[in-house]
């Protein structure tokens, strides 16, 4: 297996895993019916010895600002495989080589929206924060919420 970059010219293949993990309603994948999705993301796939992917996923570099300071922070997505790929390791590899890439590249703290938060916290991730929104009426601003 090799762990690499997704390339340009194959982008319809990445398009169909996402359209499978992702859409199974839409149903199959047709290139000639496809929108055409320019991404900013950086595509990675894990290739098996015929040069097919066995899973997918996309890099996402932003800054985020962390204890005060702006952070190049990796942002993880597109995480897919195939059912026929599935249980052997592949994504789990795939994901062991994101992170050393991440670390190579000198970002470490990475994010993602998990579809199933034990999935990914067996590979090391953890939930660091959660996002809220409160709504009040103005005349509650300032008072107590008990």
């Given at each position: 297996?090799?762990?690499?970059?997704?390339?340009?010219?194959?982008?319809?293949e990445?398009?169909?895993?996402?359209?499978y993990?992702?859409?199974?309603?839409?149903?199959?994948?047709?290139?000639?019916e496809?929108d055409?999705?320019?991404?900013?993301?950086?595509?990675?796939?894990?290739?098996?010895?015929?040069?097919?992917?066995?899973?997918?996923?996309?890099?996402?570099?932003?800054?985020?600002?962390?204890?005060?300071t702006?952070?190049?922070?990796?942002?993880?997505?597109?995480?897919?495989?195939?059912?026929?790929?599935?249980?052997?390791?592949?994504?789990?590899?795939?994901l062991?080589?994101?992170?050393?890439?991440?670390?190579?590249?000198?970002?470490?703290?990475?994010?993602?929206?998990?579809?199933?938060?034990?999935?990914?916290?067996?590979?090391?991730?953890?939930?660091?924060?959660?996002?809220r929104?409160?709504?009040?009426?103005?005349?509650?601003?300032?008072?107590?919420?008990?």
């Amino acid at each position: 297996m090799e762990y690499r970059s997704f390339p340009d010219e194959r982008a319809d293949e990445f398009d169909a895993f996402m359209r499978y993990a992702f859409s199974p309603a839409e149903g199959p994948y047709d290139p000639e019916e496809a929108d055409d999705h320019d991404t900013i993301a950086e595509t990675r796939g894990l290739f098996d010895a015929d040069d097919d992917p066995v899973a997918v996923c996309a890099h996402h570099y932003f800054p985020l600002r962390i204890r005060g300071t702006d952070r190049e922070v990796a942002g993880l997505s597109a995480v897919a495989s195939p059912p026929e790929h599935r249980r052997q390791g592949n994504v789990g590899r795939m994901l062991r080589e994101s992170l050393a890439e991440y670390r190579d590249r000198g970002v470490f703290v990475s994010t993602l929206w998990p579809f199933e938060y034990p999935f990914y916290a067996a590979y090391g991730w953890a939930t660091a924060s959660r996002y809220r929104r409160l709504a009040a009426p103005p005349e509650r601003s300032g008072s107590s919420t008990t």
